[in-house]
């Protein structure tokens, strides 16, 4: 059967290759201006502590602003930049955006929250990063301490051993490390005693159904108490109901980001959104 429209199908799925493989180079070709067309932005989404319900620190979250697509999500972009090595100095800009973000906030009374900022695996192991950081502390007198960078459990499957002494590097310097999206990669229990970590965020997947679905409910419940255990600090991402934060405050996990407390908010309003929000920002139950 299938040999006797063989011919259309194999054009069809060929045409449609094609079109994918001229599609995603156009992607390509834009991102490499993107950076000198200055057409990247930083959102900023608030990570809230449960238990006093303070806002601690905010996560930096990258935006491509297209003059022909339009407001670009992260998914769409990240894997194109990372595969056609755009990412070491996509990632650069991000960095020294939210150093100056940093300067800008403590500037205004707002210098004791932490900012996270995500790394891609090629970021971690550029042997040019911690000079470049080191930099940066000195250019905005900043203290490492008031970052963490954020890695996915994805990286410690390539190569652990570069990974973990790049990790090491960062640590010796102050900054702190989370692990991103936990519980979506491979890697075991037994491996986050051998990492120099501080934060784990568990993925924002297993909060959406943890009140409706059994499975996610434990996987959350057992990662809080597993973690706290290992005197690290848990985060939960996707926090979007009244009842999951309670229920995960419930369960001692000490930090919430979603959309309940605050979506991410754009550099250029960020001062003013968070003076003039910050008291409806940490009453929200
Ligand atoms: P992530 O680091 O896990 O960031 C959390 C994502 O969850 C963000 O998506 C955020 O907007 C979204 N989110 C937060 N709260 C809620 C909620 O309550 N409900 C829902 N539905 N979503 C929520 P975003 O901004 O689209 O970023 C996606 C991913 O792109 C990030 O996931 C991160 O892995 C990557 N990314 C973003 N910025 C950078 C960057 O500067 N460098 C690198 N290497 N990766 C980045
Ligand atoms: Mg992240
Ligand atoms: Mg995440
Ligand atoms: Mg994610």
Same mark, same amino acid.
């Given at each position: 059967?299938?040999?006797?429209?063989?011919?259309?199908?194999?054009?069809?799925?060929?045409?449609?290759?094609?079109?994918?493989?001229? $599609?995603?180079?156009?992607?390509?070709?834009?991102?490499?201006?993107?950076?000198?067309?200055?057409?990247?932005?930083?959102?900023?989404?608030?990570?809230?502590?449960?238990?006093?319900?303070?806002?601690?620190?905010?996560?930096?979250?990258?935006?491509?602003?297209?003059?022909?697509?339009?407001?670009?999500?992260?998914?769409?972009?990240?894997?194109?930049?990372?595969?056609?090595?755009?990412?070491?100095?996509?990632?650069?800009?991000?960095?020294?955006?939210?150093?100056?973000?940093?300067?800008?906030?403590?500037?205004?009374?707002?210098? $004791?929250?932490?900012?996270?900022?995500?790394?891609?695996?090629?970021?971690?192991?550029?042997?040019?990063?911690?000079?470049?950081?080191?930099?940066?502390?000195?250019?905005?007198?900043?203290?490492?301490? $008031?970052?963490?960078?954020?890695?996915?459990?994805?990286?410690?499957?390539?190569?652990?051993?570069?990974?973990?002494?790049?990790?090491?590097?960062?640590?010796?310097?102050?900054?702190?490390?989370?692990?991103?999206?936990?519980?979506?990669?491979?890697?075991?229990?037994?491996?986050?005693?051998?990492?120099?970590?501080?934060?784990?965020?568990? $993925?924002?997947?297993?909060?959406?159904?943890?009140?409706?679905?059994?499975?996610?409910?434990?996987?959350?419940?057992?990662?809080?108490?597993?973690?706290?255990?290992?005197?690290?600090?848990?985060?939960?991402?996707?926090?979007?109901?009244?009842?999951?934060?309670?229920?995960?405050?419930?369960?001692?996990?000490?930090?919430?980001?979603?959309?309940?407390?605050?979506?991410?908010?754009?550099?250029?309003?960020?001062?003013?959104?968070?003076?003039?929000?910050?008291?409806?920002?940490?009453?929200?139950?």
């Amino acid at each position: 059967q299938a040999k006797a429209r063989g011919g259309g199908c194999w054009h069809f799925y060929s045409q449609q290759m094609f079109d994918a493989f001229q $599609d995603r180079l156009a992607l390509e070709q834009d991102l490499k201006l993107a950076l000198s067309l200055q057409q990247f932005d930083l959102h900023l989404q608030p990570k809230i502590r449960l238990a006093d319900r303070k806002l601690v620190g905010l996560e930096a979250l990258l935006r491509w602003q297209s003059p022909s697509r339009g407001l670009v999500p992260p998914d769409e972009f990240i894997s194109v930049l990372e595969y056609a090595q755009l990412m070491i100095p996509v990632g650069y800009w991000v960095i020294e955006q939210g150093f100056s973000l940093m300067a800008g906030l403590r500037q205004a009374g707002l210098g $004791d929250l932490q900012l996270a900022i995500n790394l891609s695996p090629a970021q971690l192991t550029d042997p040019g990063l911690p000079v470049v950081l080191e930099q940066l502390l000195q250019k905005y007198q900043l203290n490492a301490a $008031d970052f963490e960078f954020e890695l996915t459990e994805s990286m410690l499957a390539k190569n652990l051993t570069e990974t973990i002494n790049s990790m090491q590097r960062l640590k010796a310097q102050g900054f702190a490390l989370a692990i991103d999206d936990f519980g979506t990669g491979y890697s075991s229990l037994s491996y986050l005693r051998q990492l120099p970590v501080d934060t784990i965020k568990i $993925d924002k997947s297993f909060v959406f159904g943890m009140l409706d679905n059994q499975a996610d409910y434990d996987i959350i419940t057992s990662t809080i108490a597993m973690v706290r255990k290992l005197g690290l600090q848990v985060v939960a991402e996707g926090v979007e109901t009244q009842a999951q934060a309670k229920s995960l405050l419930q369960h001692q996990c000490d930090q919430g980001q979603g959309y309940l407390f605050a979506r991410p908010i754009p550099a250029a309003n960020l001062v003013q959104t968070l003076t003039e929000n910050i008291n409806q920002l940490q009453q929200w139950r």
